[in-house]
Nanobody, 129 residues
Framework: QLQLVESGGGLVQPGGSLRLSCAAS????????IGWFRQAPGKEREGVSCISSLGINAKYVDSVKDRFTISRSKTKDTVFLQMDSLEPEDSAVYYCAAAWKPHPTICTEVFPHGTWNHWGQGTQVTVSE
């Protein structure tokens, strides 16, 4: 059973940076589309970014374009979300999710409203003075 564990959240000032990690337990993630989502109090969950299986493509919601970067580790068991120029509106619990795709798949075939087979427990990001 694939387990995803997010880490890297915390408190940061506006304009600061954080790097979130989504680590898989003993399984390489090449055959999974990975998505990052976030949910702020009182708001619906929002898709933030995705990366395709084998890293063919990536996608970002408009509000984070040019500020966030999604990438896969060379060890193939971790996906990162580099978040720069953070804004208070980015404050939320961030979750990663995995969708099993044994064939090369662009991530927008799944992201954001497709079927995600596995979810992490979330990591809190707070952007505040």
């Amino acid at each position: 059973q694939l387990q995803l564990v997010e880490s890297g959240g915390g408190l940061v000032q506006p304009g600061g940076s954080l790097r979130l990690s989504c680590a898989a337990s003993g399984i390489i993630l090449d055959n999974y589309v990975i998505g990052w989502f976030r949910q702020a109090p009182g708001k619906e969950r929002e898709g933030v970014s995705c990366i395709s299986s084998l890293g063919i493509n990536a996608k970002y919601v408009d509000s984070v374009k040019d500020r966030f970067t999604i990438s896969r580790s060379k060890t193939k068991d971790t996906v990162f979300l580099q978040m720069d120029s953070l804004e208070p509106e980015d404050s939320a619990v961030y979750y990663c999710a995995a969708a099993w795709k044994p064939h090369p798949t662009i991530c927008t075939e799944v992201f954001p409203h497709g079927t995600w087979n596995h979810w992490g427990q979330g990591t809190q990001v707070t952007v505040s003075e």
